[in-house]
């Protein structure tokens, strides 16, 4: 069964700081990759979708990588401001199921 | 833009009640899914649906139906709650097909089970 698993599980750092945000699952036979943001006792709202045959997308300040040989993927918040505090998930879409990651909680500091 | 939406953001119950939560989406979509979201236990996937009235089991699906009569609209029911089924109740659609697609998800139906 899938396993997808996100470290670290929280993270805080000052405004302005670029970081990076892990996703790592264990079998590569997938079809996207998707990155979404989760404030506290709201839904989910979609960031970025990655095709399996696709290498990174952009949307504004965020950028997000797939290597699925290795079984890993990458979100890149670049100048990170205080409205960026939440909590960030991804899922891999097996083609006929999503598996989750347990989120990394992200602080931005003022 | 897709739109999720959830009937009721927050219910409060009493144990043994039957409880329904009603989903629906406007952009069309085949699937349709119901997780729940608990501390430390992340998303679980309770039943989905890949067209009207078909349903199948997820993960966690004792003490849950579903019903998906209409392409729009797909209904968690829990027969008779329990104080375990307390959690926030997510539900969310794709586009549907051989790859499943982008997810897009209401805002959530926090229930408590008294």
């Known amino acids: 069964k899938q396993e997808v698993t996100q470290i670290p599980a929280a993270l805080s750092v000052p405004e302005g700081e670029n970081l990076v945000l892990n996703c790592s699952f264990t079998?590569?036979?997938?079809?996207?990759l998707q990155w979404f943001r989760q404030d506290p006792g709201k839904g989910l709202t979609s960031l970025l979708l990655?095709?399996?045959?696709?290498r990174e997308q952009t949307s504004g300040r965020l950028n997000a990588s797939l290597d699925k040989s290795s079984g890993r993927s990458t979100l890149y918040i670049a100048a990170s401001q205080p409205g960026d505090s939440a909590t960030y998930l991804c899922?891999?879409?097996?083609?006929?199921?999503?598996?989750f990651g347990t989120g990394t909680s992200l602080t931005v500091i003022p | 833009d897709v739109k999720v939406t959830q009937s009721s953001r927050y219910l409060v119950k009493r144990t043994g009640e039957k409880v329904f939560l009603e989903c629906v989406q406007d952009?069309?979509?085949?699937?349709m899914f119901w997780y729940r979201q608990d501390p430390g236990l992340g998303l679980r996937l309770i039943y989905f649906?890949?067209?009207?009235?078909?349903?199948e089991k997820g993960d966690i699906p004792e003490g849950y139906s579903v019903s998906r009569e209409k392409k729009e609209r797909f209904s968690l029911i829990l027969e008779s709650a329990s104080t375990n089924q307390t959690s926030m109740y997510l539900c969310?659609?794709?586009?549907?097909?051989?790859?499943?697609?982008?997810?897009?998800f209401g805002e959530g139906s926090r229930l408590t089970v008294l």
């Open positions: 079998d590569s036979a997938i079809y996207n």
């Open positions: 649906s890949y067209d009207v009235k078909m349903k």
């Open positions: 969310a659609s794709s586009l549907g097909g051989h790859n499943t697609g982008e997810l897009f």
């Open positions: 990655i095709q399996s045959s696709q």
């Open positions: 952009m069309d979509h085949e699937n």
């Open positions: 899922a891999v879409d097996t083609g006929n199921q999503f598996y």
